[in-house]
């Protein structure tokens, strides 16, 4: 099974490329995030034409998160249970008997700000769900746009982007090796040691010609996956793209 996950900020405007990659790519399952899209807008007659079924939750201008498939998931989740919260982040399905939970983590803007404190809380339920859909699901799959670099081989200047800056600060780092700590394992580094590997580029000074970009797009496999996931990486082809998304999409392959 090919996992993977894609900001594709925007699918009004992504759509050609979302159809272009996952006809080239051909993923099994893809969560997708930043729809930016309500739901009766979705183009599920569109994506079911490419062998895909679609979950979803949008809404109008921001966030929007989705879960196309090749067979239908089930046991459907929108939102985080037990959290109160209007912005679509949040769904999940079971897949070929994996669990899937596709996130896309809030911003939040600059440490110390409202919605810094906001992300901090939204992290905290995130965990405490995980936990228990382990539980319920040991071979369990959380990916999306986390908008947290796990470390300085994640980052192009780890001088700028410090223990006290939004994406790498202490305390995101903090809650991100918390879900780790579950018993999950980022898949990327399962496979690669390698420094200055991004799914995220500015598109402000040619950040992505120049490679000064993020590793914030995550999959995390839960122990019991660990020795399934044989191969994973980010295909850069879709930023080189006309238009593209700041994002690139990452993925794992699963035995």
């Given at each position: ?128 769900w995980v936990a228990a859909e382990l539980q ?5 799959v959380v990916m999306g746009d986390f908008n ?65 970009g993020l590793r914030i797009d995550l999959i ?36």
């Open positions: 099974m090919k996992i993977a996950s894609w900001n594709v900020n925007s699918l009004n405007v992504r759509l050609p490329h979302l159809e272009q990659w996952l006809t080239a790519f051909a993923p099994d399952v893809v969560g997708i995030q930043e729809t930016k899209m309500e739901d009766h807008k979705f183009p599920d007659a569109v994506l079911a034409g490419l062998g895909y079924r679609s979950v979803f939750a949008g809404q109008k201008t921001y966030n929007g998160v989705a879960l196309l498939s090749r067979e239908p998931a089930q046991d459907v989740q929108i939102g985080i249970p037990g959290f109160e919260d209007e912005q679509k982040r949040v769904i999940a399905g079971t897949v070929g008997g994996v669990r899937i939970i596709n996130l896309y983590v809030v911003n939040g803007q600059d440490v110390g700000t409202d919605k810094y404190a906001y992300k901090l809380r939204w992290l905290e339920a995130v965990q405490a319920q699901y040991p071979e369990l947290i670099a796990p470390d300085a081989r994640d980052v192009h200047d780890p001088l700028v982007w410090n223990e006290n800056h939004i994406l790498t600060s202490t305390a995101e780092r903090g809650a991100l090796n918390k879900l780790l700590q579950l018993g999950l394992h980022d898949a990327f580094r399962l496979h690669s040691e390698e420094e200055g590997v991004f799914s995220w580029w500015d598109y402000r000074a040619a950040g992505f010609r120049r490679n000064l995390l496999v839960s122990d019991a996956l660990k020795a399934r996931a044989t191969a994973s990486g980010i295909d850069r082809e879709p930023r080189t793209w006309e238009r593209p998304s700041d994002h690139a999409p990452a993925w794992v392959q699963l035995g």
